[in-house]
């Protein structure tokens, strides 16, 4: 019986990985779990999330359904509170250790669909593999130079910097 509970807990798992809502640790260039750290905050136009498992074809339409959902409910709270507007979607790539076809295609679409809706789209920390992936599937030029940074903080600090720039 544990035998089989512990099968079904890894289906689970790997079919429904965990995505995180980050926020900055004040004073430092640290993004964590909101929930995890009541210190960190939210910065303001950004939504950045976590991917906290390797993306395939198990799971990618599940990803691609809960970052849209992550979205549209910051959408939400940002309209509650009478924030500036959303502006850049950051997927942290940090756990994610592999990524099949099925995963660049979520990528690629969420890209798309996100884009459509005048949302910026870009990915922090890619490693290893999964960044060989990306490159040999091309979606990287997709993305454009700006569109991969190697951590969240640099991400934030670039893309704020570029809107202060613009008349």
Known sequence: MQVAISVFKILLHVSRPNTL????????????NLNQYKEALRISSFLILAVESPMYFANSTYLQERILRWVLEEEERIEANKEDSLK???LDMTAV????TSGIGTLCELRKMLEKRSLKVVLANPVGNVMEKLHQAKILDSFGVKGVYLTVAEAVTDISSSWIAQP
Request: aromatic share 6%; charged share 10%; net charge neutral.
């Open 21 to 32: 809502i980050l926020g900055n640790i004040p004073g430092t260039p640290i993004f964590r």
């Open 88 to 90: 850049c979607i950051i």
């Open 97 to 100: 250790t592999a990524i099949d």
